[in-house]
């Protein structure tokens, strides 16, 4: 016959009955807390704790352990574990400093090659000088430890988030001009003459693609079969035939695109662009050219240029590092999503062609880009 415990009773109010048989009968609570309530339950039905460590399968230490702290603080704090700290810490505040403040430099400052920490890198250098600064538990720290004092500090060394600064004193003034723009073409109509003005006026957006890569195949594509492959196959080597820049412009008011292909982009190139815009338009309308400070724009050769048409060109840039206001970038983004993507060509000369050829497809079914977000947060 099981010894009687000497420990008193626990009475149980209707309330924490009714959770303790919730919790015992729980199936999304942890095993842990399923165990203490039913515990807590059987001693409080008078079972002893014999009997209540078979029935649940504990050991009679959790069972005593359970029914003293239920005993002592109440119900509650017998599902729960006491917080404790057996040990002081080993390693100081001091020495977790000294770590994020090593963290928040750059392997190169110390002279190692890498730009970035990485955890294990991080770890090699603080063991290896935590001696020398004075915090010699630091000296066996590994991986986990340094992640676990960089985690506390909500510190990622080994990651980059870039930002974007102003770096143009005129960034406010210009993006109010090119929204300007913008609110000006949603209002009036295309070729329409603005108030102030005695002639008609196009805007027209204006940018460059660099870079445009021919990219030819070493082996055909292979079509789909039905049942058997579901896609175009295709050999991962390619061949390289060199790279293009598109010189574009999209008229805001009808969609209209622009395009000359070169194999260079220089003042020559894009003076090539104005005179097509140039013949395009009528004599005695003012062509309005949203675009960006490259160097081609503003040479020398350009401004010749531009002084031999006086009142026929207005210049409106975006700010540095603002070319995102350019509505050309849009085009720029349907080309990349549509003609170019996956292309594969036998010469620069054929991906010049196809290139003219989308232009002309996207001009067949013109599509009028418009800003609307004209409140920038700027003064």
Not at 150 to 161: G, W
Not at 241 to 267: C, K, M, W, Y
Not at 286 to 296: M, P, Y
Not at 344 to 353: G, M, Q, W
Request: proline content about 6%.
């Amino acid at each position: 016959m099981a010894r009687k415990t000497q420990r008193p009773p626990l009475v149980l109010t209707q309330d924490q009955q009714s959770m303790l048989k919730d919790l015992a009968g729980s199936r999304t609570a942890t095993l842990r807390e399923v165990e203490r309530a039913k515990v807590l339950l059987g001693y409080a039905e008078g079972t002893p704790i014999s009997e209540l460590a078979r029935q649940i399968g504990v050991g009679r230490p959790m069972v005593y352990k359970c029914i003293d702290k239920a005993l002592a603080k109440g119900v509650l704090m017998g599902l729960k574990d006491t917080y404790h700290r057996p040990y002081e810490p080993e390693i100081t505040d001091e020495a977790k400093a000294w770590v994020v403040a090593i963290a928040c430099t750059k392997p190169v400052d110390h002279g190692l090659a890498a730009e970035l920490w990485s955890i294990s890198g991080l770890a090699g250098f603080v063991s290896g000088n935590a001696d020398a600064a004075g915090f010699p538990r630091l000296a066996k720290a590994g991986k986990s430890t340094i992640w676990r004092i960089l985690d506390e500090n909500e510190i990622k060394p080994h990651k980059i988030r870039y930002y974007l600064e102003k770096r143009d004193p005129e960034f406010d003034r210009k993006i109010q001009e090119v929204l300007m723009v913008y609110s000006e073409v949603s209002i009036y109509a295309e070729g329409e003459v603005q108030t102030g003005r005695t002639s008609p006026i196009y805007s027209v957006s204006v940018d460059e693609k660099p870079g445009v890569q021919a990219v030819g195949l070493t082996a055909p594509d292979l079509p789909p079969v039905p049942g058997k492959a579901p896609t175009i196959g295709r050999d991962y080597e390619y061949v390289r035939h060199g790279t293009v820049s598109i010189l574009a412009g999209i008229d805001l008011h009808s969609g209209h695109i622009f395009a000359n292909v070169e194999d260079r982009h220089r003042s020559v190139e894009f003076i090539g662009l104005l005179k097509t815009l140039d013949e395009y338009y009528p004599e005695e309308a003012t062509i309005r050219v949203v675009l960006d400070n490259h160097s081609a724009h503003i040479s020398k050769e350009t401004m010749v240029y531009l002084a031999s048409r006086p009142g026929r060109f207005e210049y409106v840039h975006t700010p540095k590092h603002g070319s995102w206001l350019n509505l050309i970038e849009s085009v720029f983004s349907k080309m990349s999503r549509t003609f170019l993507r996956h292309i594969r060509v036998d010469s620069t000369d054929e991906l010049k062609e196809r290139i003219l050829k989308g232009v002309e497809e996207f001009n067949a079914a013109p599509v009028v880009f418009r800003w609307n977000k004209f409140d920038l947060g700027v003064a």
